[in-house]
Structures are given as structure tokens and as C-alpha cells.
């Protein structure tokens, strides 16, 4: 392991006590301790600066270790033990890095990296939030909102998607039948209550939330009040997604009309959807628009995804290459973005299929 061949170099360094101005072995223990703890896990940890013995080294240094040897010194660390008793202490918020992933990995979508990004970071930034942040994503299928569900989670917990902070519920594959709904509602509800309770700060994503039935959304409901708590519990530091294709048609003649007049995709502002798309919400058929949190006005942000352009399908397909370790020529990427379906046909606007069908065309375009 690539742990144990260093390790003799660092007892080495450790050794000489004017390198790091120790003044016992007990002081390296120390250190190293405050090492993991401060630099892999994030721990609450004030160290003494006034005390050389104390002192822990930047992260910047840490930053150049390879990828390899921080995995292998992660993993020895928690096989020693237990990391943490809950999930919280693999919960980094790095907001910095979730507008760098909007601004360079989500192509096509302004109003989104804004309005997201404004509503995780000024829920983050509140030390007491009055009730937890709700976002409702709209548009297309394949216009990127599971994709930027996903970034949220990369960024927010350090296990991503696969975390035990977070929550994925899919509403035709959790909640498929609709005589069930009873026992669904005691699921889900002792779900959410169990996963805050391993974690304050937990991240629940629901897709294709039109489908959900609308007396199981009426059963969270009260998770995401404005409650000090329910049954002993808070659930203030939650995050909820709802994740629909409601409204699509909405956005998708909005967007037109802007490319008609000759305006910009990107002067499109919250202004122009955001109404239309609430009423279109509340009005739609199903679980969601016929729930409560609808008529409770619940929902924080109703979050517009705009169709995609051709010159969005090719920054996707490049991605997609550069994500298999290929660097694509550009009449490449012009072949996978001709293969797919646009909308209206003979002007080839925008895409009907959206950038998740992107991986499966490139196989067919291998250089």
C-alpha cells in the first residue's frame, strides 16, 4: 500500500524535533491527529497557534499528495474506527465548487446556475432558517435536472449521490401503485424522519414528482413547514427536490418566442417564466400541482429549464468524450449533435432529447 511506503518518510521527518519543533513523541501522535482530523475530515478543530507543538500543517501541502495515497490514508484512517457517528461529519458545502461545476459542466441553462446556486448558498449561509429549502425543477427530459440534482449532491457531501445524507425517492419505481399509497406515506415519512436523524442536514431529491400521488406529497407536507419541529424533531436544515416535467411546454414557448423576436437566449429572465410557470404547476393534472404544498405556497424557487440548442448538444457530447479520456475532433461532435431529434424540424432549434441521450450516441461515433 502506498501508505506504508511513506510511511517510514514521514516517522523519518517526524524524528528530527527541530523540523517541526516537536519536543516528544507524543506531540507527533498529536499532530498527526489533528492532521486527519483537520485536513481528511473536516473536524471542528481550532488548533493552537501560539503553540508549535500544535500546529498542523496548510492544506495546501496536503493538497499535493496523489489522489491514490489520500484514498489509501482515508481508508486506513476509518479502518482504525468508526469516522463518525453520524453522516454529518462528510458533509463539506462546498458552494465554491458547486458554481464552478453550474458555470462549466451545465451548458445552456443561465437562470438555473443563478437561481440555484443563490438558493443553496443563502439556505447554507442562514444559521437559522425558518423552514427548509424547497426547489421545484421544471422543463424537458434531459435538460439537465437530475444532472444538476447530482451536482448539488457532489458538492454538498463528499460521498455524493451515494451518501447517507441523501435521499432519492423515484416515483414510478418507489411509489408504482396507487391502492398502496397508505403504506407508502408511513414509509416514506419514517424515511425522512430516520435519514435526519443520522443527518441534520440531509438532501432530498424526488424525480418525476408529477407522478407522486398527491395524498403522499400531502404527507411530508408538514416536513417542510414552518415548524420548530414535528414529533421532537427538526427538519429545518433539510433540502427538498422535486424534479418534474411540468411546465415544459411553458418554457419551451417562452424560449421560442424570445428566438423569433431575435433576442438573446440568456435575456430571458426569472420575470418571464417564473408566474407562468407556478399557475402552470398549480393547474396540472397529478400528485404535485394537486398537493398542499402548491396552495401552501411551499415551494421556494420554481426553477426553469430551457430546452437545449444544437450548440449545447455538442458541448454535452464533448464532455462525454473528454469523460471516456478522449479528446474529440469538431466534425466529430457535429456528427453526434446531427443525430439527434430537434424541435421545430426544419429549423433545427432545440433538442427533444435533451443531453442525457448524448453518452449512448457517442458510442456509435468513436473516433
Not at 111 to 139: C, R, W, Y
Request: charged fraction near 25%.
Amino acid at each position: 500500500m502506498i501508505f506504508f511506503r511513506i510511511l517510514p518518510v514521514l516517522w523519518a521527518l517526524s524524528a528530527r524535533a527541530d523540523f517541526f519543533q516537536f519536543d516528544s513523541i507524543s506531540n507527533v501522535s498529536t499532530y498527526y491527529f489533528n492532521y486527519f482530523y483537520c485536513n481528511i475530515w473536516e473536524g471542528d478543530c481550532q488548533p493552537n497557534q501560539d503553540d508549535a507543538t500544535q500546529q498542523v500543517p496548510s492544506r495546501d501541502f496536503f493538497s499535493t499528495l496523489p489522489q491514490d495515497c489520500l484514498r489509501t490514508l482515508t481508508e486506513w484512517y476509518c479502518s482504525l474506527g468508526q469516522c463518525c457517528d453520524t453522516g454529518d461529519c462528510r458533509i463539506q458545502n462546498n458552494v465554491t465548487g458547486l458554481a464552478k461545476d453550474l458555470e462549466l459542466r451545465l451548458h445552456g441553462q443561465h437562470l438555473v446556475q443563478a437561481v440555484v446556486l443563490k438558493a443553496i448558498e443563502g439556505f447554507l449561509n442562514n444559521p437559522d432558517p425558518n423552514k427548509p429549502l424547497t426547489l421545484s425543477f421544471h422543463g424537458w427530459s434531459g435538460t439537465g435536472k437530475n444532472f444538476v440534482a447530482r451536482l448539488v449532491a457532489e458538492n454538498l457531501y463528499r460521498d455524493g449521490v451515494k451518501s447517507e445524507c441523501v435521499r432519492l425517492f423515484i416515483a414510478p419505481f418507489h411509489f408504482p401503485h396507487a391502492k398502496l399509497v397508505d403504506v407508502y406515506k408511513n414509509q416514506l415519512k419514517e424515511a425522512i424522519r430516520d435519514a435526519v436523524l443520522r443527518c441534520q442536514q440531509t438532501l432530498f431529491i424526488f424525480d418525476e414528482a408529477e407522478k407522486l400521488h398527491p395524498g403522499l406529497i400531502d404527507a411530508i407536507k408538514p416536513f417542510m413547514e414552518h415548524y420548530d419541529n414535528v414529533d421532537g424533531v427538526s427538519y429545518r436544515r433539510s433540502i427538498f427536490l422535486f424534479l418534474s416535467n411540468i411546465g415544459g411546454a411553458i418554457i419551451n414557448e417562452v424560449t421560442l418566442d424570445f428566438w423569433h423576436s431575435g433576442q438573446n437566449r440568456e435575456d430571458i429572465g426569472m420575470e418571464d417564466l417564473e408566474h407562468r410557470l407556478r399557475s402552470e404547476a398549480v393547474e396540472s393534472q397529478g400528485g404535485f400541482g394537486q398537493s398542499e404544498l402548491m396552495s401552501d405556497h411551499l415551494i421556494d424557487f420554481f426553477v426553469p429549464f430551457l430546452p437545449l440548442e444544437y450548440r449545447h448538444v455538442k458541448l454535452c457530447a464533448r464532455d462525454a468524450y473528454v469523460a471516456r479520456g478522449l479528446q474529440p475532433r469538431e466534425e466529430i461532435l457535429d456528427e453526434v449533435a446531427k443525430a439527434m431529434v430537434y424541435v421545430p424540424k426544419e429549423e433545427k432549434l432545440f433538442s427533444a432529447q435533451g443531453c442525457k441521450s448524448v453518452p449512448q450516441r457517442i458510442n456509435f461515433f468513436l473516433p
